[in-house]
């Protein structure tokens, strides 16, 4: 940790000595506090973010524009599918995936640094308990589809494979991820293969490019978005620990999609069998204004409009027959290959745009009390973890279907979506069609089968409720020997010691 002078020194270089106007009031305590947050800051770096920062978001205003007339659209051939694929190579990249799994080149790679503001929870999200009759967190149902893909490519293949999960956590996440972990025995996931690494925070700016005191010895701070993980790879020799392991294939992913298959085995196999070295996943956007960022070319070159920067006369653009022009619908499941990661971390990770986020950040009045502010005064940079597309040799896009795998929880209940009661209502659909597919019957109160038509999660709930364990059935699979011809109630839960009965 730097003295007091040191510090001293580092902040009037970055014009920012203003946070320590209270020194002189703090106790010994407060003042250790606040000179190691301080300690960690580089000068050159932080006069950089601090300008930067304010000059973006004197921009920001503009960034919708400049990309007017500079988007195309995926060129439909360019996508595969699982709609627009024929059945034999779905099944020929689905065998490749798994021979990949069984092999031990794949592991996961979990985005769980961001704060949930939207759902306002103090916990990380991945701990939150969505209302499922089992109880489960979604830790727990990505934890449990981990070890099914991994049984399912020892069960093709003999092997007895690792798929590793690797979890970028921030300074708001880590300590309660991992007593979450422990508490629960790592899921009966081996501890030596679920890895938790920590991402950088970096300093909220004022819109006069002043970092902003949130108390007065500490200063208010942010982790550095989802496209930080290049950075946190290399801070936390993350790529070498996947030399180690031979792990070749990462599938990362965003936290809160109730239905991400976790190494989805089609999804990797599509991707090693066309080469490319980085590729997403989409699905058709369900309305101009949904807050998805999509997936298309600017200046030629692949990459994600975010939902925050597209103009809503582009998002709202259609085709004769009706169909959004910008329909790809990035749903944060991406594929990199090592070599691919080592590429961007060496060389690119310090060139990542910055995003401009204007939040209403808490600070310190005068009198050093900690105000929440009643309308945005700070600004906030983020990297996106899908700007990197542009650094690819070989990219690629996979579309599937949004009831079968994407249903996000980013709001509290009362929102019209995307809430704990939506992302229930597409597990349970999702396990109820599964459940018909395998001939089960369900039974209503009377003990008649129910037999009205149900389709997707649009259709609203379920008739009956169905919950099948991840250990049960990774995608659907292997249901008919469990459930072929039985007569089932509602509430309806398969799981691990049922399969075994
Ligand atoms: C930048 C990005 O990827 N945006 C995507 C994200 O938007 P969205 O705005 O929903 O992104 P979130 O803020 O939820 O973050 C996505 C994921 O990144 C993690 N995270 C976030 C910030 C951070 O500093 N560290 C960190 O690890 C979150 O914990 C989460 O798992 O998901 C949508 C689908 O649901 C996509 O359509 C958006 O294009």
Known sequence: MLSFEEVKVKLE????????????????????????????LEPAELERHCRGAAEAASRSSGEEERLRGRMEPLEPEFIGGVRRSDPGSLQEWEEEGFSQIAQNKVAVLLLAGGQGTRLGVPYPKGMYDVGLPSGKTLYQIQAERIRKVQELANEKHGSKCTVPWYIMTSE??????????????????????VLMFEQRMIPAVGFDGKIILEKKNKIAMAPDGNGGLYRALVDNKVLED???????????????????????????????????????KVVEK?????????????????????YSELEPEIAEQRHPGGELVYNAGNICNHFFTRDFLWKVALNFQEQLKQHVAI???????EEGKTVKPTKPNGIKMEKFVFDVFQFSKKFVAFEVLREDEFSPLKNADGAPVDTPTTVRRSLLAQHYRWALQAKAVFLDEHDNPITSEYRAAQDGDPPAVCEISPLASYFGEGLEKLLKHRKLKSPFLLN??????
């Open 172 to 193: 708001f996440t880590l300590e309660p991820t991992e007593k979450f972990f422990k508490q629960n025995s790592y899921f009966d996931l081996d501890p030596s293969n």
């Open 242 to 280: 996947m030399e180690r392991r031979g792990v070749q294939y990462l599938h990362v992913y965003c936290v809160d999609n109730i239905l991400v298959k976790l190494a989805d085995p089609l999804f990797i196999g599509f991707c090693v069998k066309k080469g490319a070295d980085c590729g997403a």
């Open 286 to 306: 369900a309305y101009p204004s949904e807050p998805v960022g999509v997936v298309c070319r600017v200046d030629g070159v692949y990459q994600v409009v975010e």
């Open 496 to 501: 691990d010691s049922n399969v075994k009965s």
């Open 359 to 365: 939040k209403k950040v808490p600070f310190v009045d």
């Open 13 to 40: 270089s970055a014009g920012q000595s203003h946070v320590l106007r209270f020194w002189p009031e703090l106790s010994a305590e407060e003042r250790g506090a606040l000179l190691a947050e301080l300690s960690q």
